[in-house]
């Protein structure tokens, strides 16, 4: 009913930006809370940052906070996430997940839409 596609990952060094992008389609009715997590190799999941339908509300990482910026245009279905002064512990594979309610938290099992994923890696 809603899918997810994630793009823009690729192998950078530290202190250089990208900007993930996460395309969505279907039922996009559907779509309202909007998240992404990224798993390091060994890792849980963990939640980076999510934004609700208007861009009103969003809610960041504390590992993250000031350096990645979440955002979405919802007349072109998509929502991206622009990380800047990147770290080598940003290494990861980025998912962008959607929630069928507006209301935006950071707990995985409450996104039931999840993107295949893209992956990040930074080196020193």
């Known amino acids: 009913q809603v899918q997810l596609v994630e793009s823009g990952g690729g192998l950078v060094q530290a202190g250089d930006s990208l900007r993930l992008s996460c395309a969505v389609s279907?039922?996009?009715?559907?779509?309202?809370?909007m998240a992404w997590f990224r798993q390091a190799p060994g890792k849980e999941r963990e939640f980076v940052a999510a934004?609700?339908?208007?861009?009103?509300?969003?809610l960041y990482a504390d590992s993250v906070k000031g350096r990645f910026t979440i955002s979405r245009d919802n007349a072109k279905n998509t929502a991206y996430l622009q990380m800047n002064s990147l770290k080598p512990e940003d290494t990861a594979v980025y998912y962008c997940?959607?929630?069928?309610?507006?209301?935006?938290?950071?707990?995985?099992?409450?996104?039931?839409?999840w993107g295949q994923g893209t992956q990040v890696t930074v080196s020193s």
């Open positions: 934004i609700n339908w208007s861009g009103s509300n969003t």
């Open positions: 279907g039922r996009t009715v559907l779509w309202n809370g």
């Open positions: 997940a959607v929630r069928r309610t507006n209301t935006i938290v950071r707990v995985a099992h409450e996104y039931g839409v």
